[in-house]
């Protein structure tokens, strides 16, 4: 129509009555450009070339060679097909562009699932190191901690750090907390020490089940790195030891705080010590008469009710699974941990180089430690 009456009307009229672009009348009036087609370019390589091009990257002799790797040996040899390029669009064009190098494939690791609902089940341990005197001095700090009451079971300062001292500090735990073959599973990340044959065959032996973290996730072992990062970012920390007697008559003290005055926001504000020995339920009960006392004093200033005290924990995962995994057909959690019998309360604290509590660190007679080869490189 516009092409009948523009002669009339005008264009720019019959466009806008006809709610028409002036510029999509324009372009539908040019003469569209002939499509071009592809055509080879002379210095290509023929179909025959190409094919024998691709013959020789499959050749059993460079299958699993990058392109690079063919190129260097095949000029090495006095032969030249084609450019490294070319033989990556040639492999592009027939869908071979993948990994062609023989690597190592590491196997896939899957998230370690840990559950605790008592205290003695499960355990993580961990070393990590403190800044002697001088530049390139460490001490090693070992310290097992019980995941569900966060109770540090055992700890240890040494030189180094050895699969000998671990296993050492293992078993002696294990004794002082009198666990039970098949009742405790031991956790921690991939370390020299952690992953050594020593420390596995101990495991075996006393009937302690071993698992370790995913390679560089460090968010598998939370427990233990959250319990480092508590003593390193204490006020009294210091930047370095200057000497063995230093760092140990410092662990000394804090871990008797940490298990017994520490009062941790994951256990509802209550101690390690009072979770890990049974007396939660009776820390929070005189809580909650406090609270119950305030509020009939002044019931107005409570405007949501009676206060309660925060929840005692009840179970602590490692990777909690997805709530679509956590149950099967029998109802039963997958990653539940066998069960531990009656928690004894006889284990006290132990004045030993390997230690898990002491009455008070102040004590501690620091320099007068008993020597032992095991401690001395």
């Not at 002669?7 to 324009?26: E, Q």
């Not at 008592?118 to 530049?135: Q, Y």
């Given at each position: 129509m516009?092409?009948?009456?523009w ?51 499959n ?8 392109p ?64 002697g ?9 070992y310290?097992i901690?019980?995941?569900?009451s966060?109770?540090?079971v ?27 073959p ?12 952690m ?10 032996e ?14 598998d072992?939370?427990?233990?790195e ?44 209550l101690?390690?010590?009072e ?25 107005d200033r ?23 995994a ?14 531990l ?18 009455e ?18």
């Amino acid at each position: 129509m516009i092409r009948e009456k523009w002669r009339l009307f005008g264009i720019k009229p019959l466009c806008a009555a006809l709610g028409i672009a002036r510029a999509s009348y324009y372009r539908s009036q040019s003469a569209r450009a002939p499509q071009r087609t592809e055509r080879d370019h002379p210095r290509a390589l023929s179909v025959e070339e190409r094919h024998g091009v691709l013959g020789v990257l499959n050749e059993e002799r460079f299958c699993d060679r990058a392109p690079a790797e063919v190129y260097a040996t095949l000029l090495d040899e006095g032969q030249y097909l084609c450019s490294e390029r070319t033989m990556y669009r040639i492999l592009k064009e027939n869908h071979q562009v993948r990994e062609r190098r023989d690597q190592l494939r590491h196997p896939h690791y899957a998230a370690p699932e840990l559950l605790a609902i008592r205290p003695n089940e499960v355990w993580s341990w961990d070393i990590t190191k403190l800044l002697g005197p001088t530049k390139w001095t460490y001490f090693y700090l070992y310290v097992i901690l019980d995941i569900f009451s966060r109770y540090v079971v055992g700890w240890m300062v040494a030189y180094r750090e050895s699969a000998e001292l671990a296993q050492r500090l293992i078993q002696e735990t294990l004794e002082r907390q009198q666990i039970e073959p098949g009742k405790l599973t031991l956790h921690a990340d991939r370390g020299s020490s952690m992953t050594s044959k020593p420390v596995a065959f101990l495991l075996a032996e006393l009937g302690v089940t071993k698992t370790h973290s995913r390679p560089h996730v460090s968010n598998d072992n939370p427990y233990s790195e959250s319990q480092f990062k508590t003593m390193k970012y204490r006020p009294e920390f210091p930047d370095r030891f200057g000497s063995y007697q230093d760092a140990r008559g410092f662990c000394a003290e804090f871990f008797p705080w940490y298990n017994r005055e520490h009062h941790h926001s994951g256990l509802g504000f209550l101690t390690p010590y009072e979770v890990h020995f049974g007396q939660a339920k009776e820390r929070r009960e005189k809580r909650a008469l406090v609270l119950q006392a305030a509020f009939e004093k002044n019931p107005d200033r409570f405007v949501r009710g009676l206060p309660q005290p925060p929840a005692l924990p009840e179970q602590v995962w490692i990777n909690k699974p997805k709530p679509t995994a956590l149950n099967d057909h029998s109802g039963q959690p997958e990653a539940v941990i066998s069960p531990l019998g009656g928690l004894s309360l006889k284990n006290g604290f132990h004045n030993c180089p390997i230690s898990n509590e002491r009455e008070s660190g102040r004590d501690l007679p620091i320099g007068e430690n008993q020597p032992s080869e095991d401690f001395v490189q």
